[in-house]
């Protein structure tokens, strides 16, 4: 009885923000059995996985949207959770930001008569693919930007790229969704012209 005072005066004392915590979006479960290599497991969130199809479709079919709904639910939850913290967040970031160098350079290589390296230029998120013919006063050329070839998509990754014996083309691999099935595009480096 003697305790009673001093638990209430501690619940009084607690910060209002632990009261008003928000609620983490709880997905359904709804087992599904996945057999392998002659073992059973029940997968409860099974219902999250998407096919292709549904991932490209637009406009989304219902289950399509009902996963949609519930990553924009724990996106929300995530927001409001580390709202407090926001103004930390934004100077963690800033500082990281700071201390790396934004405008920066490869080193150099030769490859079949020429030299080749990328750079990154301030305020820019993707490389710039340069080369240069192997002798006195060759002009540097920009022959892959990727910011150029990002434009409009959500996300970029350029895998690699191979330049052609003869020099005149170069073939390289773009991601622009983001599941790692890349696109093969070829460039005619003496016109510029996408092939």
């Given at each position: 009885m003697r305790a009673l005072p001093f638990i209430l005066i501690l619940a009084a004392c607690r910060?209002?923000?632990t009261m008003e915590r928000p609620v983490p979006p709880r997905p359904d479960k709804e087992p599904h059995l996945l057999s392998l290599h002659g073992h059973d497991r029940t997968d409860p969130?099974?219902?999250?996985?998407?096919?292709?199809?549904q991932r490209d479709a637009d406009p989304p079919d219902?289950?399509?949207?009902?996963?949609?709904?519930?990553l924009n639910a724990e996106n929300a939850y995530a927001e409001a959770v580390l709202a407090p913290v926001k103004d930390l967040r934004d100077s963690l970031y800033a500082e990281m930001?700071?201390?790396i160098k934004e405008t920066d350079m490869s080193v150099p290589y030769r490859e079949n008569g020429?030299?080749?390296?990328h750079r990154f230029e301030e305020g820019k998120e993707y490389a710039v693919h340069v080369r240069r013919e192997d002798r006195e006063g060759a002009p540097e050329v920009d022959f892959l930007d990727e910011n150029k070839l990002s434009e409009g998509h959500a996300y970029f990754d350029l895998a690699d790229f191979e330049v052609s014996p003869g020099n005149g083309l170069v073939c390289y691999?773009?991601?622009?969704?983001?599941r790692r099935v890349y696109e093969l595009r070829f460039l005619d480096l003496r016109t510029g012209e996408e092939l």
């Amino acid at each position: 009885m003697r305790a009673l005072p001093f638990i209430l005066i501690l619940a009084a004392c607690r910060p209002a923000t632990t009261m008003e915590r928000p609620v983490p979006p709880r997905p359904d479960k709804e087992p599904h059995l996945l057999s392998l290599h002659g073992h059973d497991r029940t997968d409860p969130y099974f219902w999250m996985r998407l096919s292709e199809e549904q991932r490209d479709a637009d406009p989304p079919d219902a289950h399509t949207q009902r996963v949609i709904d519930h990553l924009n639910a724990e996106n929300a939850y995530a927001e409001a959770v580390l709202a407090p913290v926001k103004d930390l967040r934004d100077s963690l970031y800033a500082e990281m930001r700071g201390r790396i160098k934004e405008t920066d350079m490869s080193v150099p290589y030769r490859e079949n008569g020429y030299w080749y390296h990328h750079r990154f230029e301030e305020g820019k998120e993707y490389a710039v693919h340069v080369r240069r013919e192997d002798r006195e006063g060759a002009p540097e050329v920009d022959f892959l930007d990727e910011n150029k070839l990002s434009e409009g998509h959500a996300y970029f990754d350029l895998a690699d790229f191979e330049v052609s014996p003869g020099n005149g083309l170069v073939c390289y691999s773009v991601d622009t969704v983001g599941r790692r099935v890349y696109e093969l595009r070829f460039l005619d480096l003496r016109t510029g012209e996408e092939l």
